[in-house]
């Protein structure tokens, strides 16, 4: 967990606001996690029901610039976003 929590913050995102109560019942951070984060090296986003998809890609963009790192967004009713050739499809 903290490494997910440390790798996070390197990218620019802070942990939910219940995570600090919760975080005394993990134990103490070894400064080293023998877990690797991100997909093929580079950071993955994945979209989730309650998040801003636009505002976690600027956050993004800042530590490691436009064009490196994956994502993946939930489809429009009418698109689809490709995330790898950044082509639209009509979502059937």
Do not use: C
């Amino acid at each position: 967990m903290w490494g997910a929590v440390a790798y996070a913050r390197r990218l620019g995102f802070e942990p939910a606001p219940d995570f600090a109560p919760a975080a005394a019942h993990l134990g103490s951070w070894r400064e080293r996690s023998d877990i690797t984060f991100g997909r093929d090296d580079v950071p993955l986003y994945v979209q989730g029901p309650y998040d801003n998809p636009h505002a976690a890609l600027r956050t993004l963009t800042r530590p490691v610039g436009a064009g490196n790192f994956d994502y993946l967004l939930v489809a429009a009713t009418t698109a689809v976003h490709h995330p790898l050739t950044g082509q639209f499809a009509r979502a059937r």
